[in-house]
């Protein structure tokens, strides 16, 4: 598997999670990488981006300000701090790369530019 997440679980509203995802043999550097969450029964939603350098982070409205995206291209992971969870935001989470390219910077949200997608983590919220 290209892209590995962990940290999922199950959490009070409130609550928090630190999701990483880690690029096992593949230099994250030369990607930008999102997060998206499928919920039971809905479609695949953008949760946040960040460009390869980490100089650009992009956020879904639903998450801005309770989610942060950060890298480490020197441990080659990806996290996704979650605060302020709400059930709302019950899902599996998929850590995905995009490949460098001028189209990821004006549409970071569409996930047909992530070519490389983890197998995913479960979010629970319990309210």
């Known amino acids: 598997v290209p892209l590995v997440e962990s940290g999922g679980g199950l959490v009070q509203a409130g609550g928090s999670l630190r999701l990483s995802c880690a690029a096992s043999?593949?230099?994250?550097?030369?990607?930008?990488t999102g997060w998206f969450r499928q919920a039971p029964g809905k479609e695949r939603e953008f949760v946040a981006a960040?460009?390869?350098?980490?100089?650009?982070?992009y956020y879904a409205d639903s998450v801005k300000g309770r989610f942060t995206i950060s890298r480490d291209n020197a441990k080659n992971t990806v996290s996704l701090q979650m605060n302020s969870l709400k059930p709302e935001d019950t899902a599996v989470y998929y850590c995905?790369?995009?490949?460098?390219?001028?189209?990821?910077?004006?549409?970071?949200?569409?996930?047909?530019?992530?070519?490389?997608w983890g197998q995913g983590t479960q979010v629970t919220v319990s309210s």
């Open positions: 995905a790369a995009a490949p460098l390219g001028g189209s990821w910077y004006s549409r970071p949200s569409t996930d047909a530019l992530y070519d490389i």
């Open positions: 960040i460009s390869w350098s980490g100089g650009s982070t």
């Open positions: 043999g593949r230099t994250f550097s030369s990607y930008a």
